[in-house]
């Protein structure tokens, strides 16, 4: 093992949170949980990854109690005494194979199909009841629709609390409902919710504050955004480091304590001039803690793996050295995770002969 990599086993220690290595399992979903309820299988799956050597996983995305929250009727949900007694037992296997788990608190808004979703009858939820291209389907979202999206946020968090999870992670990225408040081609209001960039993230700001309130000033906040879109993968929220302090401000300000910043490609520069990814950026503007993530290990990113593209693997010595030079904090493992639950343990041990190749094909099998 090169030695830049020994960092990526170092404890990380915040005011929040304590990790005994750099690695999180990044957020995927799986569609495994029938009817919102997560079974044996996904505390089996998450903690054999515990087992591999991750420190914290982030689960997939887990939607709120909202009718049009879900994609798909088998995504897990983050309310109702079933799923959250599946939840807690799912938690109990992290916690007895020493790691720590957060759930990813979810809502695809306009991102939902409906005829594979539950309530098929009922429109998409957004920021302005249109499509990337601008295309009107649904009414805009009312302020009361709002404040009841808000409050389904914070119920959440609160549950996931009291069930045990270790902190919470809000989705505002990829295009779903959160980040279509954020991006413009989305955001058409008028109203406090939209306008320029800071206005934009009212509705992503109301829902930390709501949760901090309901969880306390000591449980962690994580907020995972992104630039690019599942609908423009060249779509950008901020173009310059100024527009993404902006973008910022406000949700540290509401209580984020650590920044997910997802890109597909972690070692790419965010803006020119600077070798700084996104979450180097994000570290610097903010001064809070964040997280990289994106084809860490493969040489492909997600988005080619979706056209049915493998990838090898990646050197990621280069990742050590940025952790070395402070320029984040920790690392989310995606795809190589899914493929290899002992992918951390094998880095750590050196044996990065043993890393294996990503095959979309094998997906369905592994997750």
């Known amino acids: 093992m090169a030695h830049s990599l020994d960092i990526l086993f170092t404890p990380f220690s915040s005011k929040k949170l304590d990790l005994a290595n750099r690695i999180v399992m990044a957020p995927m979903t799986r569609f495994f949980s029938p009817d919102g309820v997560p079974g044996q299988n996904v505390a089996d799956y998450y903690r054999r990854r515990v087992e591999g050597g991750t420190s914290l996983i982030i689960t997939e995305g887990t939607v709120i109690s909202d009718p049009v929250a879900s994609p798909h009727p088998n995504v897990p949900h983050l309310y109702g005494e079933k799923a959250l007694a599946g939840w807690a037992n799912v938690v109990k296997a992290v916690h007895e194979a020493g790691g720590k788990i957060m759930p ?150 509401a209580g984020v304590d650590i920044f ?18 996104l979450a180097g950026w994000t570290k610097k503007i903010t001064g809070l803690p964040t997280i990289t993530v994106g084809s860490v290990g493969l040489s492909k990113d997600m988005m080619s793996s979706f056209k049915g593209e493998d990838s090898g693997t990646r050197n990621i010595d280069d990742l050590g050295e940025k952790l070395e030079n402070e320029e984040f904090d920790l690392v989310a493992v995606g795809r190589a995770l899914i493929q290899d639950a002992d992918w951390p343990n094998k880095v750590r041990e050196g044996r990065m002969d043993e890393l294996q190749d990503y095959s979309p094909k094998k997906l369905a099998e592994l997750v």
């Not at 499509?131 to 549950?159: C, F, G, M, W």
């Not at 997910?260 to 990814?277: A, I």
């Open 104 to 253: 990813q608190i979810w809502h695809v808004g306009m991102a939902r199909r409906a005829n594979e979703a539950p309530n098929p009858e009922l429109p998409n939820a957004g920021p302005s009841g249109v499509l990337h291209n601008r295309k009107k389907i649904a009414e805009p979202l009312t302020e009361q629709e709002i404040d009841d999206l808000v409050t389904a946020y914070a119920d959440s968090a609160r549950a996931a609390k009291e069930i045990g999870f270790d902190g919470v992670e809000v989705h505002g990225a990829h295009g779903y409902l959160v980040d279509q408040f954020f991006w413009e081609q989305m955001n058409l209001r008028e109203d406090a919710y939209g306008g320029d960039m800071v206005k934009r993230t009212g509705f992503a700001a109301r829902i930390v504050a709501a949760i901090r309130e309901a969880t306390g000033e000591d449980y962690p906040i994580v907020f995972r955004f992104s630039q690019w879109k599942q609908q423009d993968y060249d779509a950008k929220l901020a173009h310059t480091p100024e527009e993404l302090a902006d973008f910022l401000k406000p949700l540290a300000e």
């Open 260 to 277: 997910h910043c997802s890109t597909r490609r972690y070692w790419e520069p965010e803006f020119e001039g600077s070798d700084l990814n």
